[in-house]
């Protein structure tokens, strides 16, 4: 199933590091998020966007920093990494208007140390 | 606000026997609920919404807008059940999705 991928899938790094976690999917979808998944928080919505350089934060967006100059394309960059960043971030994609299911990717294991 | 409340981390239940997950919401309009699973070492996928109103692995929800519920049901639980599930809404004519907190099942043999 290689219609939204992820990478890396793991990732180690240290505090005040930056680093981009990549989300690529291969459908055209127009709408694109990224979600962080922890124990006893479930998943929070981080950003979003709806097309190419359209972004909107989500429920957590601090210290996280988007872009989207190509529609399957959906980076996203922790300036300046702090260990409560420390997740499995999920990327999701949705086709337009009128469907209902979000497709997700793989995950990427993040470890800030 | 919309909220989404599912109050049990953890569930665990035998095989055959019956299984709930409960999930209640928050929201002023008409919402659009829906159940996603997490098997281990595997992506989150849809497993079903209200409006399709169908059973999928044996599993069914209603939403019933009185009690702001939308559990999700299975007469008979079976191992390969065991997963991560998460209620999530979606409202306001927004794509976004809310999720909970999640709700870990373990079926037992």
């Known amino acids: 199933d290689a219609g939204i991928t992820q990478s890396p899938r793991y990732k180690i790094t240290e505090t005040g590091r930056q680093v981009t976690l990549m989300c690529h999917q291969t459908w055209s979808h127009s709408y694109m998020f990224w979600y962080r998944q922890d124990l006893g928080h479930g998943l929070r919505l981080i950003y979003y966007?709806?097309?190419?350089?359209?972004?909107d934060k989500g429920e957590v967006p601090d210290g996280y920093v988007v872009s989207r100059s190509k529609t399957e394309n959906f980076p996203l960059t922790l300036e300046s990494a702090t260990r409560s960043q420390t997740s499995v971030y999920f990327c999701?994609?949705?086709?337009?208007?009128?469907?209902?299911?979000?497709?997700f990717g793989p995950g990427t294991r993040l470890t800030v140390t | 606000a919309q909220r989404v409340t599912q109050p049990e981390k953890l569930l665990s239940v035998f095989k055959g026997a019956p299984v709930e997950l409960k999930c209640n919401y928050s929201?002023?309009?008409?919402?659009?609920l829906f159940w996603y699973v997490q098997y281990s070492r595997q992506r989150l996928q849809l497993l079903l919404r209200h409006i399709s109103r169908e059973s999928i692995k044996g599993f069914t929800a209603d939403l019933n807008k009185g009690e702001t519920s939308f559990h999700l049901k299975k007469p008979f639980a079976q191992e390969e059940d065991s997963a991560m599930y998460y209620c999530a809404l979606r409202g306001g004519g927004s794509e976004k999705l809310v999720f909970g907190k999640g709700t870990k099942l373990t079926v037992n043999p």
């Open positions: 929201y002023s309009g008409s919402p659009e």
């Open positions: 999701a994609s949705v086709a337009p208007a009128g469907a209902y299911e979000q497709y």
């Open positions: 966007s709806a097309a190419a350089d359209i972004t």
